[in-house]
C-alpha cells in the first residue's frame, strides 16, 4: 500500500466526514426535521465521481417523487405499519432494478422511514424531507468539485513511464530466449503481476475521467487499452516462442528487428519505418528454401505467426497516435506533466 493511495482514501475520508458534519449542522441550522438524514444524504453521494453525482441527482430527484408517492398511499390504507414499510420497500426496489436507478435505493429507504415514524403525510412534511435531500445533494456536489486533479496527472504520468519501461523489459526479455532458449522462471509471475497492474491503471484513469469534465484523461484510458493490447500480444509471442523447439535461422532476422527498431520506436511517432522493415522482412521470408523436415516447418510456422504478432504490436501503436487528440496530447506533454526526451536520448529511452 504505497503513499500516493493512502492519501487519496484520507482525502476522500475526510471529505465525508467533513460534509455529513456539515450538512448536519445545516440542517439543524435551517430547523429541518431528521437532520441526521441530511448528513447520511451527503455520505452516500459522495461515494461517487463528480460526473456520477450529477447523474444521481437526476436520478435521487426522480425517485424522490416515487417514494413519497408510494408512502402517501401505502402507509395509510394498510393497518399494519410494519407490513406496509414492507411494500413499499419492495416497491422501491422493484423501480431501482427495473430504472437502472439502484444507486439511489438507500436514500428512499431512508426517506421512506422518515415518513414510517412520523405518520405524517402533509406538505411541510414533504417539502422538509426535499430539502433534507437537496441539502445533502448540493455539499456532496460542492466538496466533490475538489480534487487534486495535478497529483493525479502527475501519477498516472509516472505510471506511464513504468509502464514504457516494463514493456521493455519484457521484450527484452522475449528477445534474450530467443538468442539463448533458456527457460526464464520469473516472466510469467512477472506478465501476470503487469497484466494485474495494466487494468489497475486503466481503473485509475476512467476514475480520473469520471471526476473531471475535461476530455484530457482520455488520453491515459486510449493509452493504457493500447499497452493491454501490445501486453496480450507480446504474452503470446512468448508462449509461441517456447514451442519452438529448434530455433530457425530466420529467427536472427526478428531478433535484430527487435533490437535495432521496436525498442527505438518513439512515444508519439507513428512506427512507419519499423512496420515499412517488417514487410521487407515477410517478403524475405517468402523467397526463403522450404523446410525439409517436419520439425523445421513447424518452427517456420510459428516465426511466421511470430511476426504477425509483431505487426499487431506495431498497429496497436499506429491506431493510438492516429486516434489522439492533438489538445489532450500537447497538455499531457507540457512541462507541468512531464519531460519530452529529446531526440538524442530516443535510443536509449525511447518506447515500443
Known sequence: ???????????????????????????????????????????????????????????????FVVTVILCMLIYPALPSDFVAFGIVIFLLVLVTEFSNTQATLSVNALIAMHFFTSTTYALPFVLNELYLLLLGIVIAIVLNLFNDYRATTVDLVSKVRETDTKMLELLAQVVEYMESQKTNTTLWKELKQTEAELYTYLSESIEFQDNTFSDHPQYFIDYFNMRIRQFHVIHNLHYEIRRIRTMPVQSKIIIEFLQ???MKVYEHDIPETQSHILDQIFEVMKTEPMPVTRAE????????????????????????IANLDPEALAMYRSDHTKHVIPVEEAASKAVL
Open 260 to 262: 535495432v527498431c521496436c
Open 297 to 320: 516447418f513447424e518452427s517456420r510456422a510459428l516465426l511466421y505467426h511470430i511476426l504477425m504478432d509483431l505487426e499487431d504490436v506495431l498497429k496497436a501503436k499506429e491506431e493510438f
Open 1 to 63: 500500500m504505497n503513499l500516493k493511495y493512502i492519501k487519496k482514501k484520507l482525502i476522500l475520508a475526510s471529505k465525508i466526514g467533513i460534509g455529513s458534519a456539515l450538512a448536519i449542522f445545516l440542517a439543524h441550522l435551517f430547523g429541518l426535521e431528521n437532520p441526521m438524514g441530511a448528513g447520511t444524504i451527503t455520505l452516500l453521494t459522495l461515494l461517487t465521481t463528480k460526473k456520477g453525482t450529477f447523474k444521481l441527482t437526476l436520478q435521487r430527484l426522480a425517485t
